[in-house]
């Protein structure tokens, strides 16, 4: 399987001698659930022109400092791609945070900045995802949201304050969530104290060492393989 990463953000400049860059976080973790597979990146927020949708095996759209509403030139072409991948529905496409969001976008959805503010930390959603029905404790870090469904698609992720975190499309194979699956807890507490104190929210939810570490991944890696 050839899985194509799109990048359309850096990890901030502090962190990228410890962490490289999102693609790099997915590829060490997924690489590690699917043996045999192989990564390109594809760096539209560094200038490169996203190929064909039948370039890849699958695809997947990590996050970005960005907004979907931003006047940036490789914003509307990318949810082109978007959606000739969706209409094809050969390989299947994830999107997380930005992902998530520019891929609602895309189909139909709308996307604003949360009234609650930015949010960055441990938090509890309810989701489905897994074959389970419950919470689970996730990294998120973003200050804009999903704020209408996008037509043809399931909830499958929610909180108090995002009521779609996370979506599954019915006629494409399409699966995007709001939280970060690939932020290891020291990334997310390193990234924690480059944010002001203005900017962090109090108040997220946390959750023992291990308790759902790896577990966003493997949904990734099922969803990708089609298990």
């Known amino acids: 399987m050839k899985i194509g990463i799109i990048e359309c953000g850096p990890v901030p400049a502090a962190l990228q001698d410890t962490y490289i860059s999102y ?13 045999g597979a192989s990564f390109t990146t594809i760096s539209v927020v560094n200038g490169e022109t996203l190929p064909a949708p039948e370039a890849c095996d699958a695809w997947l759209i990590p996050g970005s400092r960005h907004g979907v509403y931003d006047d940036l030139p490789w914003i509307a072409p990318l949810k ?3 959606r000739e991948a969706a209409r094809l529905k050969r390989a299947p496409i994830v999107g997380v945070c930005f992902g998530h969001q520019i891929i609602a976008e895309a189909l ?32 998120a870090s973003h200050q804009d949201q999903v704020v209408v469904q996008p037509p043809d698609s399931e909830v499958v992720a929610k909180t108090a304050a995002c009521a779609v975190a996370g979506l599954r499309y019915q006629n494409a194979p399409v699966l995007s969530v709001q939280f970060h699956p690939e932020f290891s807890r020291a990334y997310l507490s390193d990234l924690i104290d480059l944010r002001s104190q203005k900017d962090v929210q109090p108040g997220l939810a946390d959750a023992p060492d291990g308790e759902t570490d790896g577990i966003g991944m493997r949904w990734i890696a099922d969803f990708l393989a089609g298990r």
């Not at 693609?23 to 043996?35: D, E, K, S, T, V």
Request: hydrophobic share 45%.
């Open 23 to 35: 693609p790099a976080m997915f590829a060490a973790q997924l690489g590690a659930l699917l043996p």
């Open 108 to 139: 139909g959805g709308k996307v604003e900045k949360a009234a609650i503010g930015f949010r960055v930390g441990m938090e509890r959603y309810e989701t489905t995802l897994g074959g389970r029905s419950g919470s689970v404790t996730m990294p």
């Open 80 to 82: 082109d791609f978007i």
